[in-house]
């Protein structure tokens, strides 16, 4: 097994820079996702390493193999679509014995009914693809790519077509296949939640260009980029000047308040920033009351309530117009303020971060 690595990788169409010098390594053997909304080049990448689609410029390399100019079939690479392509004229131990007989495996049974089983299909080889369910059919269509023992699997959007239900058990069974058969999984995505739930590691993409790789909780707990911060769950992000840079944290001016955070949380390098605090680390008080010792805090108007179950969320308006939002789980504590209420919104400063208003500043 060894590691996919993509080195300056790079695709133009025309004037269009669709993926713009892309420098990644996949690590042998991990499940990795690659996120980002739609036209950030994702699927480019992910046809360029399967030899769909030739790069402009870079490299694409196994281990020390350079498979750049391998035809699709020659790369030990296999790809699950989104549309499972499955032939219809063929039953699933058909399509799943495909690729062994194109190789010339003549004894491939056993092999289809360990892959059969490996998808929970057991007892379904006889039916056609016009018999089975979309999710029945997209594990078909991972059986009939595993059963080729790729070195690496890609998979572009692969649960898109199933409803929400089906698409969450997918996720648990693709991470559960993925451990199982030990492959290199290389997913492509733009639900954060699907990356996240499945992938040891995440690649956030943006217009051709990753803009942090990292753990789920990493991206999560410590984006690095305003895009980041937003587009992986939802960010309150105050505009804010850096006005001292101290002994183990960092001080910034917000609307003539002042905040600090630790100074291992802080990624802004020039003096404009956005001071950064997830809506599930905010709490809310009453406005007389006295907030925890150490926390920041903004007193502001209840303009927006929301009950979704698992807990509430508000939208509070600061004096300067800004809008933070607050999640408050329902754990049945805490203070669940009115609309119109007056409140304070309040952190540990160890839960904020720092980021550079405009990424590359400093
Ligand atoms: P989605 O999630 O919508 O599939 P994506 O991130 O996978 O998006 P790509 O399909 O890689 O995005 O496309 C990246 C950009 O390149 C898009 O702006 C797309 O319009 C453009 N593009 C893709 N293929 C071609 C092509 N054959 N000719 C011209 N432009 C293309």
Known sequence: MSDLVLQGLTKRFGEFTAVDALDLTVPAGSFFALLGPSGC?????????AGLEEPTAGRILLGDRDITGLRPHQRPVNTVFQSYALF????????V????????????????????????????????PAQLSGGQQQRVALARALVNRPQVLLL??????????????????????????????????????????MADTVAVMNAGRIEQLGRPAELYEFP???????????????????VERGAGYVAV???DNRYSVP??????????????????????????????????????????WS????????????????????????????YYPPLGGEVVVHWDPAHAFLLDREPGAG
Request: glycine share 10%; proline share 4%.
């Open 41 to 49: 080049g994702k699927t480019t990448t992910l046809r360029m390493a």
């Open 88 to 95: 219809p004229h063929l039953d699933v131990a058909g399509n």
């Open 97 to 128: 014995a495909f690729g062994l007989r194109r190789r010339g495996v003549r004894d491939h049974a056993a092999e289809v009914a360990r892959m059969l089983e490996l998808v929970q299909l057991d007892g379904l080889g006889r039916r056609r």
């Open 156 to 197: 572009d959007e692969p649960l898109g077509a199933l409803d929400l239900t089906l698409t969450r058990r997918m996720q648990v069974e693709l991470k559960r296949i993925q451990t199982e058969v030990g492959i290199t999984f290389v997913h492509v995505t733009h639900d954060q939640e699907e990356a996240m739930t």
């Open 224 to 242: 690095q980029t305003p895009f980041v911060a937003n587009f992986l769950g939802q960010s309150n992000l105050l505009a804010a000047e850096v």
């Open 253 to 255: 001016r917000a609307y």
């Open 263 to 304: 100074a291992g949380r802080c990624r802004a390098a020039g003096p404009a920033a956005y001071l950064g605090v997830r809506p599930e680390k905010v709490h809310l008080a009453e406005a007389a009351a006295q907030v925890p010792a150490g926390h920041d805090s903004v007193a502001g108007v209840v303009t927006d």
């Open 307 to 334: 009950y979704v179950g698992v807990g509430n969320r508000y939208l509070v308006r600061a004096p300067w117009g800004t809008e933070l939002a607050v999640f408050s789980p329902n754990t049945g504590e805490g």
